[in-house]
């Protein structure tokens, strides 16, 4: 059945939900999921550690390529002791995870407000992504991976 951007929107916040919530079972740290999008100010982000994307936007092409999802996916953690958490745990598992084979690093496309399990198709990650730069504020370090998203199918079709 055809795919709608809300239902992209929607599976994107829920691999974030879902990740977050495997991060906190792995690492004994609450982990909790945030569109980064949501706000320009890093004043007013949640308390706590934080996981999620920005900046994604959705390139629709022909029925032969599908779609590409550039995003930032990534953390925003408070400071902790040489960055342990944030390097070594964190950062560790998302790349491990974008870098994995194609069936493994697969994120599945629900349709959106609807209450059936009905997956639409899968989105994975390409295997080019960049590590960014930390930035911080005044209580947290932040560090995103800058990842493309592809889909083989696409919105409409």
Known sequence: SNIRYADIYTSLL???SDTAEALTLAHGVK???YNFDTVGDTARLPEGNLFGISDWSLENMD???GMEIP???GFAVLSDMNLDLLENKLLNDLVSHISKAYSESTIKIFRANQPTEEILGVMT???TFKVMPARHDSARTFKMVQATLLCPKNIGY
């Open 125 to 127: 990650f390409g295997k």
């Open 71 to 73: 995003l930032l996916v």
């Open 14 to 16: 829920r691999y974030i």
């Open 31 to 33: 982990i909790t999921p």
């Open 63 to 65: 029925s032969v390529y």
